[in-house]
Structure formats: structure tokens, C-alpha cells
């Protein structure tokens, strides 16, 4: 049996207590009032999307009454006796603003047919308006009407008339301007027919006066007559002016929260609704979450509870298993977490003091290991590439040269008057200048160009991969001799340099490296005798062996040469 005074007991006890108070709370205080509040949001905002397009119907509506009214003012009434004046004045006010997507008419006084229409549809010319809704309001208003929904007698269709009169100087009614629109017609009420809410949900457009269902997401029932009053209990309340929310249950038996707000200048409402499985579909999701998550951490709190104290070691337990993996090689040399500050806490504090000494070990084992391997690719005094890494990216140079028919240029660059600046200033200037001269030859080269010091001041600039390799040697060459130009600056005291610089160029199949650092070392001493300070190319002069010293007289090279 269970000892009832244990603390692993009470803790299990009290933990579950807590838990069914909490479960208490929310189920039966908390959960009520959210669900009330989520019904409250639910219906506002469909209240909200009902309002806004009951505002976008009443604009569309009165643009077009506002429309029809201008057209009827800047009619000439003097048109009505010129037929064909008055069909072309018709045509080029349809064209320019078709919001009556289904024509413009004028009606003769009388209502006997029609002065002028466009588009012009036969039919419609022999028709009688005169007993026509649009036709004797518009006469008996003399302003801007709009008649009841119907449909065409052309060809079926749902379409409201807009009309309005046209007065003479006398005051006397010459035509009757009328404008036919389709209820689907873009921008009129095509989207209130198209958009749903939600999955299940639609609007409705509802002209009470006339008992008609104007437009409905629903096609079935556009223009037909509303049920009659005690059938829907919401619907009656709508048609005796009532706005704003409510549950109602429509003609299929589906219970339905409908939000209903007025279009102001034709008296007709819009209804929003949705099925209350739908719109009230996060309540019912909201209760079973809270249900499961009950049942969910009542059961997780008792496991926890139940195992609580048989996990109080578990940090300790798993410090030695992180430990062996690391001894084993199984996981990275890393510092433990100190989940508690107790004797087991304090023990992985060791550790952790242990772990860093070694990284710290390791750390500078990796640094020293680095710089030696920096030190074999690069000049240990100017940081550039040594001699080694030059032939081998001038190898993949030539390589890549044979391969895709790009050009290589190779400036071999020598100091000139760097003896004496050793001579007069010591080696400490002359270590100087080299790094400052190395910093000027880096500046301003791509990525895939190579600088390199081959030792004392000789230097070399690998340019690869171009298309045009001799302007583009020009253009370095005289870059570099631009920067050497300059004042070298030591220990306060202004230095002077030259250089002199000989180019080789390849293209076409691959040659030995050595070859071409031999091509453009000629070419550099040819610099030197023509006055340093310049850049001197040597073309290619046919296969030589890398290893002989060819002279430069002898070589036959191309010249060109250019004093900075």
C-alpha cells in the first residue's frame, strides 16, 4: 500500500489538485466567456464585410444615377429631331464611360419606340416603354431614377434601367435618356454575385419595396420574389428595417448567422450569412483543443510527477554518458550545462575547467599549424604569394588558356634604385618598402589575378582568364608604374622608387611555366637598358627550353614599349 506521508505522494497530490482546479476554471468560467466573446467577434466582422458591400453596391449605384443625370444635361435637345446626330452623340458617350454595359437609349417622349440607341439591337427600336417603370418614374420625377431589377426582354438577362429626362428651353420633355446595365456586369454587382464568405457562406442583395432578391452568390435566386412573411423570422425583421447580426434558419433547414446593413440610396439591404457550423467553427475547434489539452497535461503532469524523483540524478546521468562519448570520440570536446548549482553541479564546473584548458591547448596547436602552413604558400616578409603557389596558378592559368581560348599576361617587375635605399638606410627601410611596394602591386586586382614575390625586389603580376591581354597588361603596367611613382614614406624620411616591368603574353596551348617567367624576365632587362621606369613585351618566339637563359638581342621579340 501507499505510504500517504511520503513527500513523493504529496507532491503527486497536490500537483493533480492543482491541475483539476485549473481544468475546473477554464471549462466552466474562463471557456463561456471566450466562446462569447469569439460569437461577439464572428458576427462583427461578418456585420463589417456585409456594411462594406452594401457601401460598394450604393456607389455603384449612384455613379451611374449621377452618370445618366450629366448625360441628360449635355444632351442637345435640338438632337432629338437629327436621328443620326443623336445615334453618333449616343455611340461616343457609351464609348467613353460604358458603366451601361447593356446600352444607352433615347425614348421618344411618348414611350413609342426609340430616337436613338447604341449598340443598336433591333428589337428594342419597335418595343412600347411608355407603360415602362424607369420610363414613367423618370417623366413624373424629372430627375435621375432607377427603375425596378427585371429581366430583358431581349435576350433574358437581369438588368437595371437608369433614366432620366431631357429638357428643351421651354422645360418640355423631348427624350427620355436611359441606360440598361447588367447586374453582372464588371464593377457593378458582379463581385457581391461571385465572392463567397468563408466556404459555404454568400451575400444577398434584397430590394424590399419590390419583394425581390436583386443578386445572390446563389444565381438560383437572382430576381426572384422573397419568401413570405413567418417563413424566415430574421428575413421579416429585415424587411421591417431591422439592421445588424442574427441566427436565423434558412429555406434549406441550415441555420444560418446573417448580417444585414442598408445600401442608403435605394432602400434595399445586403445580407452576409454563413452557416453557423462555419462561422462559429473556431468556437467548437477552441473547446475541443481545450478538451484535449486537459486531458493532455493531466496525464503528462501525473507521468511527470510519478517519475519525479527518479530524475533528480538524471543531470549526473547524463554528464557521464556526454563524458564517455567524448573520451570515445563519439562527440566534441565541449563544456557541460550546469543544470543545477548542487554537488553534481559543481562537479561538471570541474570538468568544464578542464574541457577549456585543453581547447585553449588545441586552439593554439590549430593557430601555429596555420601559420605554417600560411608561411609555405606566402612571402614571409610582404604576406604575397610565394614562388611555389606562382607556377602553380600560372599552370592552371595556361591550362585553362589552352582550354577555353582566353589570354594570359605575365609582368615581371623589377625595383629600380632599391640598392641603394639598403645601402643608405638599412635593411630595416629596405624591409619597409618591400611591404609598402607589395601593398601598391595588390591594390586594385581581381580576384582571379595572382601577385607573387620571387625574392630581393623582383615581383610578378599573373593576370588570367582575359580576352584582350596586351590592353589589359598596358593598363596594369602603367597602373603599377603610377603607384611605384610615388613617395615611399620610413621612420619620418621620403623614399623614391622606380620599376621596370616586362610583359609576356600567351594564348593557344599550354606552355611550361617557366617558360613564359623566363619570356617576361627578358623582357624585363629590355626595360632596364631602354631606361627603366617602363614596360617592355615579349612576344612569343617559338618553343625554348625553360631552363635556358636565351639573350634578350638574339630573341627577335615584338616590341612595344611605353615611357611613363
Known sequence: MPNFQTMKFRLAALGVALLMIGILVRQFIALPLLQKDVRELVATQQLSIASYVARDVDHNITSRLALIDQFAAELPPKLAGQPEKLQAWIRDRQRINPMFNNGLLAVRPDGQGLLAQYPVIPRRSRRDYAASDWFLAALRAGKPVMGKPS????NGDPVIFFAAPVHDADGSVVAVLAGSALLNAPGFLDRLQETRLGATGGFLLISPSDKLFVASSDPAMILKPTPPPGAN?????????YRGTGVTINAKGVEELSAIATVPSTGWFVVAR?????AFRPVAALRGFVVKANAFFL??????????LSRILRPLTDSARAIRDMANGKGKLVPLPIVRDDEVGKLVSG????????????AAREASEAQLKFMAHHDSLTGLYNRAILEDRLEQALARAARDGSEIALLFCDLD???AINDLYGHDAGDAVLRQVAERLADGRRRVDTVARLGGDEFIILLAGLDDARNAAIVVAQQVLAALNKPFDFDGKTLALGMSIGIALHAGAAIAASHLIAQADLAMYRAKRTGKGNFFFMEEIGAINSEEHTSIDTAAPLVQSARK
Open 151 to 154: 429581366r430583358e426582354g431581349v
Open 233 to 241: 423570422l430574421l428575413h421579416d425583421r429585415a424587411m421591417a428595417e
Open 274 to 278: 454563413m452557416p453557423t457550423e462555419e
Open 299 to 308: 496525464i503528462a503532469i501525473l507521468s511527470i510527477l510519478l517519475f519525479v
Open 351 to 362: 570538468f568544464n575547467v578542464l574541457v577549456e584548458r585543453l581547447r585553449e591547448e588545441e
Open 417 to 419: 634604385g632599391f640598392k
